[in-house]
T-cell receptor, first 114, second 113 residues
Framework: ETGVTQTPRHLVMGMTNKKSLKCEQH?????MYWYKQSAKKPLELMFV???????ENNSVPSRFSPECPNSSHLFLHLHTLQPEDSALYLC?????????????FGPGTRLTVT | AQSVTQLGSHVSVSEGALVLLRCNYS??????LFWYVQYPNQGLQLLLK??????LVKGINGFEAEFKKSETSFHLTKPSAHMSDAAEYFC???????????FGAGTRLFVKA
């Protein structure tokens, strides 16, 4: 595997379900991100982890819970979601310490909440 | 406050025509500037970036962009559009010491045969 991978690619869940999204980066980076991409809205940064510590949390509802067990893995735990949470969830990684914060994105998980 | 504005949510060009996607930013400190492309059902892919030095930056797939500080712009161009260029393009800005990248709303490029 190379780059940034995300599983599952598609997920349909009811409002009472609990599920998790997984992201893995094979680039040796030390920062990882979760973004939400909804139709007709700009990309929304949800969480940032640097060196496995959360450094950014953009007022995301508590029904989204991130976890970063090591620098290669990032999870997004989901529970009691709402239909408006249906979106493409993108994971990205970058190398902290360089002056150039380009990010490498995974293919995303298409989430549908019914 | 820092922001990124992409002019035109949709741009349509004919195959072989010039592609011009516009991006303006506001910032009180020197930014780092990026263009990303997103094909259907995929994540974002870096096209090119400006950090320091030469203001004309070349990227993948024949795209280039020019940083114009006086105009606070970073427009993306390609001399001749190809059908495979049809995608959504995002301009983004980040700053030294920050983890937050600000993305524009995106411009969807359509290429007509």
């Amino acid at each position: 595997e190379t780059g940034v991978t995300q599983t599952p690619r598609h997920l349909v869940m009811g409002m009472t379900n609990k599920k998790s999204l997984k992201c893995e980066q094979h680039l040796g980076h030390n920062a990882m991100y979760w973004y939400k991409q909804s139709a007709k809205k700009p990309l929304e940064l949800m969480f940032v982890y640097s060196l496995e510590e959360r450094v950014e949390n953009n007022s995301v509802p508590s029904r989204f819970s991130p976890e970063c067990p090591n620098s290669s893995h990032l999870f997004l735990h989901l529970h009691t979601l709402q239909p408006e949470d249906s979106a493409l969830y993108l994971c990205a990684s970058s190398q902290e310490g360089q002056a150039i914060y380009e990010q490498y994105f995974g293919p995303g998980t298409r989430l549908t909440v019914t | 406050a820092q922001s990124v504005t992409q002019l035109g949510s949709h741009v349509s060009v004919s195959e072989g025509a010039l592609v011009l996607l516009r991006c303006n930013y506001s910032s009180s400190v020197p930014p780092y500037l990026f263009w990303y492309v997103q094909y259907p059902n995929q994540g974002l892919q870096l096209l090119l970036k400006y950090t320091t030095g030469a203001t004309l930056v070349k990227g993948i797939n024949g795209f280039e962009a020019e940083f114009k500080k006086s105009e606070t712009s970073f427009h993306l161009t390609k001399p001749s559009a190809h059908m495979s260029d049809a995608a959504e393009y995002f301009c983004a800005v980040t700053f030294t010491g920050g983890f937050k990248t600000i993305f524009g709303a995106g411009t969807r490029l359509f290429v007509k045969a």
